[in-house]
Each structure stands twice: as C-alpha cells, then as structure tokens.
C-alpha cells in the first residue's frame, strides 16, 4: 500500500519514485507551479492559503489519477471537466504528452490562463474547450475527470453521453466520495468504487465504468 502523501518533499519524491516522472516532466510541472503562483495574484484560481502545499494539494492530487487507474495505457483522449485552474487535466498533459487532454470551463478567465498556461508548457496535445457541459457537442472519450465539479448523480447526467462502457471515469470528491457513491440512483448501472486518496486521508477517488444510462437500461 502506497503511503500518505503529506508534505511537499514527499509529493515531489512520489511523483518521481512511485510514479516514475522524469526529470522534462517534473521541470514541466515545477513552471506550471511557478505561474500558478503569479495568476493567482491576479485572479483566484486557487485557495491563497493552498500555495504553500502545492505539490501535495495540487499537482499529485491530480497525478493520483494516472495511479489509481492501474496502469491505463496512455492512449484514447481524455476529457476534463470543470477544469478551473487546470487540475487533474492539465497535470495528466504534461505528465502524459502523447494523451490527447480535452479541458473544458465555462469561465472565460479560467480558459485564457489555460490556453496560456498551455502554451507556455509546450503541450499540443491539449484542447481548452469555453463552454457548458450541456452546450458541449456529442463526442465520447476513453477517460472522464472532473475534481469538485459537481454532485456525482448531476455529473453523470449531465456527462454520460460523452462515456461508452470502456470509459473510465476518474472523479477525486474529496470527503464525500463514499456518501455520494451510495446515493447514486440505483437506475445507475456502473461498476464504480472508491480508492483512497493518496493526499488526504479523509477523501476518496470514485473509479469504475458507467455501463448504462438510464436512457440505455433494459434497451
């Protein structure tokens, strides 16, 4: 069992020890960490008080999703829902350049950081989508995310189109994983569980397949 990730060093050593960065990734992150800190100053991306434990609450909270999903092969796009400040989607790009990433916001503010954010990485593999979820056009994806985007049951209904029953969903929800999970209406078929979260001990990461819609059950 992999052990708690709680300070800066000790996110940064995971990163390369557990989950096997190289040095071009991690200078990678390090710049994106670099210029999350300036926008901040302009606009708030971030809780101020989360700056001082970057890489822990940040950058491997989100690079815990290329771990928990148990080694899936780093092909098929990906798409990042609620993007904000650029976590998990934009770490998952730049640990994984050959991955097609779709981050997807309805604030133009966030969307302008990302594409310069993006730019300034060097990542063309990364697709900065303004938009609502619901105004997205049909297109399916072979990973979904989204970190603190909304309820799970919402999430779904609004995001299953984009799912086939090969796709794997990555949801970090923080202390309410475990509750949502039990809620979720039984008309639901999915093979979703939760993993602990590597970067606090309290929350967990909902991972499994949606394998029917409601639309889609006893068709």
């Known amino acids: 069992m992999t052990s708690l990730i709680d300070s800066e060093d000790g996110a ?32 708030n991306l ?16 989100s690079a815990q999703l290329l ?24 770490v ?12 997807v916001d309805s604030r ?16 063309e593999n990364v697709q900065v989508v303004l938009s609502r979820v619901e105004d997205m056009p049909n297109q399916q994806y072979s990973v979904i995310s989204a970190r603190a985007f909304a309820p799970l049951e919402k999430l779904l209904s609004l995001s299953a189109r984009f799912s086939t ?5 990555l949801l970090p929800k923080g202390l309410k ?7 979720l209406d039984e008309k639901w078929r999915h093979t979703f569980h939760v993993e602990h ?12 397949h949606l394998l029917a819609s409601p639309q889609k059950k006893g068709a």
């Open 92 to 103: 998952i790009a730049a640990l994984v350049p050959s991955r097609r990433v779709t981050l």
């Open 108 to 123: 133009r503010l966030r969307t302008e950081w990302l594409t310069r954010a993006t730019r300034a990485l060097g990542l």
């Open 197 to 208: 979260s590597l970067t606090d001990p309290a929350a967990g990461v909902l991972v499994g």
């Open 67 to 90: 771990h928990v999903s148990r080694g899936t092969p780093d092909q098929g796009a990906w798409l990042d829902l609620g993007t904000g400040a650029g976590f998990p989607g934009l």
């Open 46 to 61: 971030v809780a101020k008080s989360s700056l001082a434990h970057v890489w822990q609450r940040h950058i491997a909270d």
């Open 177 to 183: 994983a475990r509750h949502e999970l039990q809620e």
């Open 12 to 43: 940064r050593a995971w990163m390369v020890e557990v989950l096997g960065v190289d040095r071009v990734a991690m200078a990678r992150l390090s710049e994106l960490v670099a210029m999350l800190g300036d926008e901040n100053a302009r606009q």
């Open 165 to 169: 029953p090969q796709t794997l969903w």
